[in-house]
């Protein structure tokens, strides 16, 4: 059982950074593709970044490549999501999940984390 735990959120003004942390125990990390999904009130959850095990390969939603940056250190158990020029629309709760059995997507992912909450005010 692989337990993940979000770091990092909060309050940041529009053109403001932020850097996402998911450190993950019980399980081998690296046997795991990784990614960060967000949901915003009212809507549903969406894909934000994913990463895959040898971190060779990296995948964005539109939205934010270009601004965000997916990495992992695996020595860590530790996934990161490097979040620059902000906006409002990014507001949301980001979750990190963690994937055995192929890429991590909205609606596929073996281990969820709890959240944490971004708020970018304009």
């Known amino acids: 059982q692989v337990q993940l735990v979000e770091s990092g959120g909060g309050l940041v003004q529009a053109g403001g950074s932020l850097r996402l942390s998911c450190t993950a125990s019980g399980g081998t990390f690296s046997n795991y593709h990784m990614g960060w999904l967000r949901q915003a009130p009212g809507k549903e959850r969406e894909f934000v970044a994913a990463?895959?095990?040898?971190?060779?390969?990296?995948d964005y939603t539109d939205s934010v490549k270009g601004r965000f940056t997916i990495s992992r250190d695996d020595a860590k158990n530790t996934l990161y999501l490097q979040m620059n020029s902000l906006k409002p629309e990014d507001t949301a709760v980001y979750y990190c999940?963690?994937?055995?059995?192929?890429?991590?997507?909205?609606?596929?992912?073996?281990?969820w984390g709890q959240g944490t909450q971004v708020t970018v005010s304009s």
């Open positions: 990463i895959s095990r040898s971190g060779r390969i990296t």
């Open positions: 999940a963690a994937n055995n059995g192929g890429w991590v997507t909205r609606s596929r992912a073996d281990y």
